[in-house]
């Protein structure tokens, strides 16, 4: 899988892409990411990116353009091109899955007010938020996506059942987890987790899951 993400701050993922599973998918070759400065784009000797609105109003607006060149050097026919945004549908383990799936995407971070609304009409395959709420940019959104979507890509976390179990692949909270003491200042472990009865562990970990999710994310178990 191949990820080009789009920006006018890349230095902001060199953190984040350098440590985790992140570096670790692309020494494995499981993934390539490039992060590209959209300025590299930009026709003017000042580098700009963005302009003022047509009709006034505060902030600035992402220049339509600037996307034009950047998607006709990086597009090919296979690419899914996603647009972070408040306005896109909110970011689910299912949408991290599909996207895990492809073989190219190409993640744009805006900034400013937004964008020039040609480039959501002309380029854009998808719009995804990450949650009802405003940042600054699309960076962290990013970041967010591609952690999400590049572990699911097999062979980057060590066992598959782990992926299996975990919160939200089946719509349920994960299970409690417990480890060495058995007994913590008297806070005992459950006694089921002990007694090496592997169905009868299974059998629990799936109703304190159903119990859990009941609990905290009723949402998640409604149809
Ligand atoms: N850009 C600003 N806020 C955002 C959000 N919540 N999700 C995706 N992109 C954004």
Redesign the pocket.
């Known amino acids: 899988m191949k990820i080009d993400i789009l920006t006018i701050f890349p230095e902001m993922f060199e953190g984040p892409f350098r440590e985790s599973m992140i570096k670790r998918a692309e020494n494995k070759k499981l993934v390539k990411i490039k992060i590209h400065d959209l300025r590299v784009w930009a026709e003017d000797k000042h580098k700009t990116v963005d302009d003022k609105p047509f009709g006034g109003g505060p902030g600035m607006v992402m220049k339509v353009e600037v996307i034009d060149k950047a998607l006709k050097a990086l597009k090919t026919d296979k690419t899914r091109v996603v647009l972070?945004?408040?306005q896109?549908k909110t970011?689910k383990q299912k949408i991290a899955k599909k996207l895990s799936e492809l073989k190219h995407i190409i993640l744009i971070?805006?900034h400013y007010e937004g964008f020039d609304e040609r480039i959501r009409e002309h380029f854009v395959d998808e719009e995804?938020?990450?949650?009802?709420?405003?940042?600054?940019?699309?960076e962290?959104?990013a970041m967010v996506v591609v952690d999400a979507m590049v572990r699911l890509i097999p062979g980057v976390v060590g066992k598959k059942e782990s992926l299996k179990e975990e919160s939200f692949s089946q719509d349920l909270l994960e299970y409690p987890q417990y480890t060495r003491p058995a007994d913590y200042k008297g806070w005992k472990v459950p006694e089921v987790l002990l007694s090496g009865d592997h169905e009868k562990i299974k059998k629990w970990r799936k109703e304190q899951a159903e119990k859990r999710t009941k609990l905290k994310r009723p949402d998640l178990s409604k149809p």
Do not use: M, N, Q, R
Request: aromatic share 10%; with cysteine.
């Open positions: 972070l945004t408040p896109g970011f971070c805006g995804i938020s990450i949650g009802d709420y405003v940042l600054t940019g699309g962290i959104p």
